[in-house]
């Protein structure tokens, strides 16, 4: 049912109905996760994002909602490799934040960045044991290296 959510949570709430494992790469603060999981079938949803005060905005909108049971969270930055360290650029004060320091350069003081692990959705997907029946990707700009790290799990078609 998506009637009267805003369209970008109707089309989520939509993609996820049939999921049973769902991955949100660039969770940010939870509430894209937060309508995917009112989909009957829905019984998890992995959180991935890079800045920490999203990811932990998105904890605290899951638990005062009552769906923390059904998500679990990851902080790192999902790419095409396992274990670098990469620059995520973000003013550490707010939820925003990208791989690529021109992507928001309104966003951001000079030379803000943090330090994060990279991580990958085959990787992900070996720690769980399990592959998602659908992948949410909104990272800022760098969707391409979060799909070329799905080399076995979720094989291009």
């Given at each position: ?16 109905e049939?999921a ?32 920490p ?14 769906e923390s ?14 274990g670098?360290q990469?620059?995520?650029?973000t ?22 960045a ?16 399990r ?12 969707e ?14």
């Open positions: 049912m998506t009637e009267g959510l805003p369209p970008d949570a109707a089309w989520m709430r939509a993609c996820a049939a049973a494992l769902i991955f949100d790469l660039g969770a940010n603060t939870g509430y894209t996760a937060l309508w995917m999981l009112q989909a009957p079938a829905v019984q998890e949803v992995v959180l991935v994002e890079a800045n005060r999203a990811l932990a905005l998105a904890a605290e909108h899951l638990i005062l909602n009552g049971l059904r998500a679990r969270f990851v902080a790192g930055f999902a790419g095409a490799e396992a670098r990469v620059q995520f650029y003013d550490q004060t707010s939820t925003r934040g990208s791989l690529y320091r021109q992507h928001e350069k309104d966003a951001f003081a000079p030379n803000q943090i330090t994060i692990p990279t991580l990958t959705v085959d990787g992900l997907c070996q720690q769980l044991g592959v998602p029946q659908f992948i949410k990707v909104d990272v800022e700009g760098a391409v290296p979060a799909l070329q790290g799905s080399r076995t799990c979720a094989p291009p078609a």
